[in-house]
């Protein structure tokens, strides 16, 4: 099969405009990805199921990933002026990296027999512009996962055909594979609760004990 | 019915091909009248094996809408094993498809390697293709079992099934400990080694089993009531197949020529001598069929495995069981498991628990199909067709 990077170099050649980054993977697994943005995913999934060369007819694997705000730190030279002295220093600098919802499609082909080449879809944020584009129309088997990625990490994918929850029940709040979720504090408790069930457990029944 | 989901759109809204052999089938069982029935099916009924629920609208006895309703048995799998270390989450993958606890642990143990860059010695390798093997010849035998006792055929065959899968659990639990919760798999090999004696018993249980299926297939293969049951019920096209991500059994059924076994050569799978049964029709006994021949296909490889498996170590010494953190990266590794393409994907970012932890469930994504499969069928056969997909709702609801 082709590497990452040719597959690269022929998509920006026959779909332009879209943006395309290879993430790394330093894993021995060395299985790198595609970053495509939003707008031109859809597009770019039907020409990598249709290029008669790569032929990926088979989406076998979506999933979600909760990204969390970090700070990544960056390092910067800087000249100061040290008593009268130019100097080039190294000073860190902490950048803000916001967070997002990730969906990672593991694409194979059946024909050809090999693969996988890792798409990755990144929303602009986790909580309101939590859009991404369906692949459900190019791969049917996309169907289930991404129901499962809308119930437990709160993508929405437009384009979907059937978009509900899935695993957790219709009227459930909340998604429960984020990774800032707070589980309810309505569980049944340890009939000897200790330490900080003990806490919560008698949190729990003062609240039951009012009317 | 009280329930709220929303009507779905029809396969042509969705831009897939009508269900195969609607048209050609004799439009019996319809009420003539146009009026349409809701039935809840489930989730404790005793053909949907497990808490599984089917919200069907009939025409009469013929299914005009089909919806898979699931995750009664949800225990958020992944979130767990994201807050526990990697190995901590090798026991819990025994209980996904309870039915093979030993191809869970594989798949999961593939994906650390893979991530990790570890090495499995070949005693452990082989040992992995025997249990492997065993694994499968148990599930498909129970698999055709409750596909015939759905049909009516209540006990005999479900029975036999289950007498041979007897005396493969007891093989289990001399090398394991456990009967269905084997926990044996580690990264980079397996738990402890062989216990005297145990592959002169597994010869045996190999060498019996041929007979087994000649009895089983005698039984079974030409009886006129699962002939007329299955053939041209729930026909799979190749393309839909393709398209819908279908593994397993179900796929070749469907005629695709795709076996992971053949197509990845994980472990030491490019060492066996084994064919890859296909199906023409893709119907429910082409899939009932491929599990007979697959049986055969299994006791050939176990065959090859039990002559041919060295003496060594059984797991890479440089395998950590404890401070075990991975570097940062990610891996998907994948088996074939009896049920399908069971993969794993995990996230590591150097800290002793996966960031993130995936399992591809084979048979949760087997029933994306489903509603396809039914359309046009009457009730009687989407209780066949859902026995054919072969699922374990523990696999299904995580």
């Known amino acids: 099969m082709e590497t990452l990077d040719q597959i690269k170099s022929r998509l920006t050649h026959a779909l332009l405009g879209a943006r395309l980054e290879i993430v790394p993977n330093e894993s021995p697994s060395s299985q790198r990805s595609l970053l495509v943005d939003s707008e031109h995913a859809r597009a770019v999934a039907q020409w990598l199921r249709d290029d008669p060369e790569l032929c990926l007819d088979y989406c076998s694997n979506v999933t979600g990933v909760d990204w969390l705000e ?3 730190k960056t390092k910067i030279k800087k000249t100061v002026v040290v008593d009268g002295v130019e100097k080039e220093l190294e000073e860190t600098v902490d950048s803000l990296r916001s967070g997002y919802l990730e969906a990672v499609y593991h694409l194979f082909s059946m024909a050809k027999k090999h693969g996988p080449v890792i798409l990755r879809l990144r929303t602009e944020n986790r909580t309101d512009k939590n859009h991404l584009p369906s692949l459900t129309p190019v791969w049917h088997g996309c169907e289930f996962q991404e129901r499962e990625i809308f119930d437990l990490y709160g993508v929405v994918f437009d384009g979907h055909p059937d978009l509900r929850r899935i695993l957790m029940w219709d009227g459930f709040k909340d998604h429960p594979m984020r990774k800032d979720y707070v589980e309810p504090d309505d569980y049944e408790y340890e009939p000897t609760p200790h330490d900080a069930v003990l806490e919560k457990a008698k949190k729990h029944q003062a609240q039951e004990a009012k009317p | 019915m009280s329930h709220s989901t929303t009507l779905t759109p029809t396969l042509e809204q969705r831009g897939f091909a009508a269900a195969p052999n609607y048209e050609l089938l004799p439009k019996r069982g ?5 009026e349409l029935l809701e039935v809840s099916m489930g989730p404790h009924h005793p053909s949907t094996h497990g808490v599984f629920r089917m919200d069907v609208v009939l025409d009469g006895e013929r299914v005009v809408k089909l919806k898979p309703v699931f995750g009664y048995l949800h225990r958020n799998h992944e979130k767990i094993a994201e807050n526990t270390t990697y190995l901590a989450s090798m026991p819990y993958t025994d209980r996904l498809d309870y039915f093979c606890s030993l191809t869970n642990n594989w798949a999961y143990a593939l994906a650390v390697e893979k991530l990790v860059g570890l090495q499995v010695p070949e005693r452990a390798e082989y040992i992995r293709v025997i249990t ?3 694994t499968r010849l148990q599930n498909h035998a129970c698999l055709i079992g409750f596909l015939l006792q759905d049909m009516g ?3 005999t065959p479900l029975m036999y099934a289950f007498r041979e899968r007897e005396k493969i659990l007891d093989l289990f639990e001399s090398l394991t400990g456990a009967r269905m919760m084997c926990n044996y798999m580690r990264f980079g090999g397996c738990r402890c080694d062989l216990p005297p004696g145990w592959l002169a018993q597994t010869q045996q249980v190999v060498n019996e089993t041929p007979r087994f299926l000649d009895e089983f297939e005698r039984l079974l293969c030409e009886n006129e009531i699962l002939m007329a049951r299955t053939q041209r019920v729930g026909a799979l096209s190749r393309e839909l197949a393709i398209n819908t991500g279908i593994t397993g059994p179900m796929l070749r059924a469907a005629g695709v020529n795709y076996d992971l076994r053949k197509v990845d050569h994980y472990g030491i799978y490019d060492r066996f001598e084994f064919k890859v049964p296909l199906g023409d029709h893709g119907d429910t006994y082409d899939r009932y069929m491929i599990r007979v021949l697959e049986m055969r296909e299994s006791v ?8 041919a498996i060295p003496d060594g170590p059984i797991i890479d010494p440089k395998a950590k069981l404890r401070g075990f953190r991975p570097k940062a990266g990610e891996a998907y590794g994948r088996i074939e498991a009896p049920k399908g393409e069971l993969g ?16 591809r469930p084979p048979s949760f994504i087997n029933l994306t199909v489903l509603e396809d499969l039914c359309l046009g069928h009457l009730i009687g056969d989407a209780v066949i067709i859902l026995g054919s997909v072969d699922i374990v709702l523990g696999e299904v609801d995580r």
């Open chain 2, 300 to 307: 050939k490889i176990l065959r090859q495995a039990l002559a």
């Open chain 2, 30 to 34: 319809s009420s003539g009248d146009g």
């Open chain 2, 132 to 134: 492997a093997e065993l």
């Open chain 1, 70 to 72: 970090a700070v990544g």
């Open chain 2, 344 to 359: 794993f994907y995990l996230i590591s970012d150097g800290s002793p628990n996966p960031y993130r932890y995936r399992v």
């Open chain 2, 153 to 155: 055929a209540s006990g």
